[in-house]
């Protein structure tokens, strides 16, 4: 049974940074994309980055991409999430999610099997 656990999140004024961790384990990864999806409140869960864990490709949402890294650890088994130049519209709850094999949805939270239990990041002006 795949396992992912978040942490890292918590409050942080406009323009700072924090870095969010996904642990996983109960499988062998190789073969899995990891992903990172967000929720704000009254809004549907939105596509934030993924990383195909073996050969690494990155691929980010617009809205991100030049101020959030995605990375992994291929010996601690643990996806990263650096987010930097923070705004307040990054505020929501932060989903790690995995699959095993790459399909070009992987932007969808329905392609994903296994989901963590979420972290709270909250951006203030």
């Known amino acids: 049974q795949v396992q992912l656990v978040e942490s890292g999140g918590g409050l942080v004024q406009a323009g700072g940074s924090l870095r969010l961790s996904c642990a996983a384990s109960?499988?062998?990864?190789?073969?899995?994309?990891m992903g990172w999806f967000r929720q704000a409140p009254g809004k549907e869960r939105e596509f934030v980055a993924a990383i195909r864990w073996s050969g690494g490709s990155r691929y980010y949402a617009d809205s991100v991409k030049g101020r959030f890294t995605i990375s992994r650890d291929n010996a601690k088994n643990t996806v990263y999430l650096q987010m930097n130049s923070l705004k307040p519209e990054d505020t929501a709850v932060y989903y790690c999610a995995a699959r095993d094999g790459w399909v070009p949805s992987y932007y969808t939270s329905n392609a994903y099997d296994y989901w963590g239990q979420g972290t709270q990041v909250t951006v203030s002006s």
């Open positions: 109960g499988r062998t990864f190789s073969s899995y994309v």
